[in-house]
């Protein structure tokens, strides 16, 4: 470590004023991007604050629960791989409910064999 200390010393790495400039220009350099991100910080925050979430009272249906997994994984699904979806979440529905609820609503296409996808 000594050695260490001697090279840097001798290289005039620990010389004073050149840490000082180099603590001066690399907060000029940081300044523009501390700005920026104050100001995204605080967009943000009004951003999240203006966010109004809006569920339906009581339990979700079958057709909701399906609906909303569908729309957040943005994949089209077969009713088993829905239903094991679903249970990883903590609901369990059986896919043979899935599958005629999905079948019965409008609101999702059927794709290929069996895969449902939701139109939203």
Known sequence: MALAVLVCRHQGL?????????????????????????????????????????????????????????????????PEQLRDALAADGTRVPATRLKAAMREHPGFTRLLRFSFCCRW
């Open 14 to 78: 620990l010389d004073g004023a050149r840490w000082r400039a180099g603590a001066i220009s690399l907060r000029e350099k940081a300044a523009p991007m501390l700005e920026q991100f104050a100001a995204a910080s605080e967009d943000h925050a009004l951003t999240r604050d203006r966010l109004v979430v809006v569920e339906a009272p009581g339990e979700a249906t079958t057709e909701q629960l399906a609906a909303c997994h569908l729309a957040r994984t943005r994949t089209a699904l077969t």
